[in-house]
């Protein structure tokens, strides 16, 4: 460390558990979802609704984030390697942020096609709406429940997301569709784009937040740097934790290094091992890293 202190270089390893398979849910989420696109968009071209247009692009940006959400959590199976050396955990975050990214460019487009039916109204069939959007919601609400148990996974969250959202967005069709075909207004169908456009900014807020922060490598939702530290330097011999750091490996994996200062010596295998064992048990921690230092002069400038 070319500080001139006396170091035991320890390491205590815990292992976390790998992410839960959920191909047979992205399969089936993406071959119902593309078949639904593709009849949304054309009947929402033959009716002239603008919301069916919209829901049919948010649908598409859907399955575009499944097939990357998919994508992600297969490479974060595969096994490290020389250069990859934690293997491909990292791309279910860059997946994360990638879906993010994907709505913003989705409600971009819907926004703007919806202003000019605004100003350009044009004649639209509710009858079609109601139709179309009630198989939405059959459609988006079965996917969202294919990935509910995935929750603690930002990434399979951000897909349980997506899916939910164009449930509660298809049920809004379906009311505007109703409303149309009851008053004849028809400002009601770019009144209901715009409350879509309001829906999808929302959800993507927090996931953009969320995988924001996980790749630049802020400490994950769920953990608390405070109390790890309080666990750390509240084990028997420490007399002071410095140098902690707790990063996310993946959507579901967790990483920590520190320096523990423990003027009595070193503590032993067992030591490390319950240290592991509780940082996974209580903190979700998975993978830690802790250096044992001897000296007390070795935290001067850092503790």
């Known amino acids: 460390m070319g500080s001139g202190h006396s170091h035991s270089h320890d390491h205590g390893h815990g292992h976390g558990h790998a992410p839960a398979d959920f191909g047979n849910a992205f ?20 009716s002239g609704s603008m919301a069916l247009i919209a829901d049919a692009g948010h ?20 096994p490290p390697s020389e250069r990859f050396t934690y293997g491909y955990k990292s791309s279910t975050i860059l997946a994360a942020l990638a879906n993010a990214g994907l709505l913003l460019v989705a409600i971009g487009a819907i926004l703007f096609e919806t202003l000019h039916r605004i100003a350009e ?44 959202a164009d449930a509660l967005v298809s049920l809004g069709v379906v009311l505007a569709g109703l409303a149309i075909i009851w008053s ?15 829906v999808i900014a929302w959800g993507t807020w927090g ?31 420490v007399e002071a934790v410095h140098d902690l750091h707790i990063w996310p490996m993946s959507t579901t994996e967790t990483a920590l290094t520190a320096h523990l200062v423990m003027p009595g010596g070193h503590p032993g295998d067992a030591f490390l091992r319950e240290l592991a064992e509780g940082l996974e048990r209580h903190h979700r921690i998975g993978h830690p890293t802790v250096q044992i230092e001897t000296s007390r002069a070795a935290c001067a400038a850092g503790c």
């Open 121 to 164: 109204p044009a004649p639209v069939q509710g009858e079609t709406m109601v139709v179309v959007a009630g198989i939405g919601i059959l459609i988006n609400a079965g996917t969202a429940a294919l990935f509910m148990r995935g929750q603690h996974d930002i990434n399979i969250r951000g897909a349980f997301l997506h899916m939910a």
């Open 59 to 78: 649908n598409l940006s859907d399955v575009l984030a499944l097939l990357l959400a998919w994508a992600a959590s297969v490479a974060a199976r595969r």
């Open 27 to 46: 399969l089936i989420g993406i071959v119902l979802n593309t078949g639904f696109v593709i009849v949304e968009a054309v009947y929402g071209w033959i």
């Open 207 to 237: 996931l953009l937040k969320d995988s924001v922060a996980m790749s630049m490598l802020g400490v994950p939702k769920g953990v608390s740097e405070a109390r790890v530290r309080a666990y750390l330097a509240g084990l028997p011999g």
């Open 184 to 198: 004849g207004e028809q400002w009601i169908d770019p009144a209901v784009s715009l409350a879509i456009v309001l």
